[in-house]
């Protein structure tokens, strides 16, 4: 391969790097074909900073009320023992595509299911976009609702656990 291939490639794998960045991608994989026997294959991986915390049972303090700020912060979905991965389980529903998961039909309106639900096979569950379109995913099996896994808004990947339906 010449200078000028290989500068161009590095700007090529700039590129895709940038656009892993600007796409809130975290893996993106393309193959270059400069001739029959002349190619180049790149994965481009952003790895996420894992951090896990375990909790010690707090102390019993007598003191002031938390702040606001504090009081008024998002509870998170209902918890699971911590070894358990939630895409293992036999009534998961994963996500078919990347993209962005919205669990009600419209802003401001109610969702298409919640924890506890009954749900038929085929019911809309909640939509994926993806690249400007609004996938419905049904529900693959009728039962009711343990868990929701994702958060309204939020991006979504490949195969990436979205509900537990038993």
Known sequence: MSKQNTDSDVAFISALAELLNKNDLTELSVKREYG????L???VVKQANVVTVAAAPAPVVHAAPAPAATAAAPTAPAAAPAN???AQHPG????PMVGTVYLAPEPGAAPFVTVGAQVAEGQTVLIIEAMKTMNHIP???AGTVKR???EDGHPVEYGAPLMIIE
Do not use: F, K, N, W
């Open 92 to 95: 998961a529903v994963t996500s």
């Open 84 to 86: 358990e991965d939630p």
């Open 139 to 141: 529900a693959p099996r």
């Open 148 to 150: 929701i896994l994702v």
């Open 36 to 39: 029959e026997d002349d190619s």
């Open 41 to 43: 294959e790149v994965r």
